[in-house]
């Protein structure tokens, strides 16, 4: 029985990384494509849908890396099968996870710079004169 849920708990890993990266890359290609159009002709309410699906991926990464270090841990205990699943759920899932991050700091920097440039804009004339 513990063989068996090995096997569950490294497949699960596994596939909620790959789900994940399907979600993510998909919701990219939406985004830049009918999800620009849809956005221009609802006004911007479509992005409630967006942000779900943004997040979606996210989650499921961290679930895949708790259930790939539950099975790991349980294959070193009782030497299951599926070692090989469990470390690609987790490669998956921690370099989803490490994308995200990535990605989210570099949006918060561009959004920075822009607000820094905005208020040296509106600061700089005051000082000229």
Do not use: E
Request: glycine share 14%.
């Amino acid at each position: 029985m513990a063989l068996h849920s090995n096997n569950r708990l490294a497949t699960t890993s596994l596939i909620l990384g790959l789900v994940g990266w399907a979600i993510y890359v998909l919701q990219w290609c939406f985004d830049l494509t009918f999800g620009l159009l849809l956005a221009g002709v609802t006004a911007g309410a479509s992005a409630v849908c967006t942000t779900v699906f943004d997040i979606l991926p996210f989650m499921l990464w961290l679930v895949g890396i708790v259930t790939g270090h539950i099975a790991l841990g349980q294959i070193k205990h009782n030497i299951g099968i599926g070692r090989n699943r469990v470390v690609w759920g987790l490669l998956l899932n921690y370099f989803g996870l490490f994308f995200v991050i990535i990605v989210t700091i570099g949006i918060l920097l561009l959004i920075g710079a822009g607000i820094g440039v905005g208020v040296l804009n509106k600061i700089l004339p005051i000082l000229h004169k």
